[in-house]
């Protein structure tokens, strides 16, 4: 079964503004779970119970392909919505599927209005694997109308890196398995702006997501 390592590593300049509020992780080895990250306390006053970014980050500008096969621009196609970003890939034991899955089973909660305003969307680390047929059968499990992307891993680790994510190249290993490190949180992006305003961290439960999905898709500010 391919498997991931642990990273804890920040990168380039959004590093340095991120460094105050997390440290990133990643999906964790077949033996066990990922580092528990640090992070600064939450406001006293947000709505939110995720992380809310002292930093906004502008939505990486990042075009792929989706799960029909068609070309995906991230900035124009979900310009004035609520977008919830996370990068993994669909071999990883463990955090890829319980985060998606988590987030999931928070959608379904939400009335279908709100449903709608909210997209999810799962960038893959591992393109070469995440064929856009493989990607939709995996995302169909967890939610039907998520957005896949999938393409040129050099892309994605650029737009990665804008926002303090760190994404190494996938290793084949002697054994045949594939090595694939990658940052585990998840960003929310509100509809005033298209820029990133709250994080959830790797291991944030379910119940997070179902508080503040129904903020996040009205676009209630942090």
Known sequence: MPRTTRTTRLAGAAAVALA???????CGSSGGGSTPAKVTKQKSDSPYQG??????FEKPDLQLTDTS????DLRQQTNGKTTLLFFGYTSCPDVCPTTMGDIGVAMKALPAEERQK???VFVSTDPQRDTPKVLRTWLDSMGSDFIG???????VKTAARSLGIMIEDPVVNADGTVTSTHGAQVLAFLPSDDK??????SGTEEKTYE???PLL????AA
Do not use: I
């Open 20 to 26: 105050a509020a997390l440290t990133l992780t990643a």
């Open 217 to 220: 898709a009205k676009g209630v």
């Open 149 to 155: 992307l999938t393409g040129d891993l050099a892309k």
């Open 196 to 201: 990133a305003h709250v994080l959830y961290l």
């Open 211 to 213: 508080h503040d999905l």
């Open 118 to 120: 909210v997209n999810v």
């Open 69 to 72: 096969g068609q070309p995906y």
């Open 51 to 56: 992380t809310v970014l002292t930093k906004n």
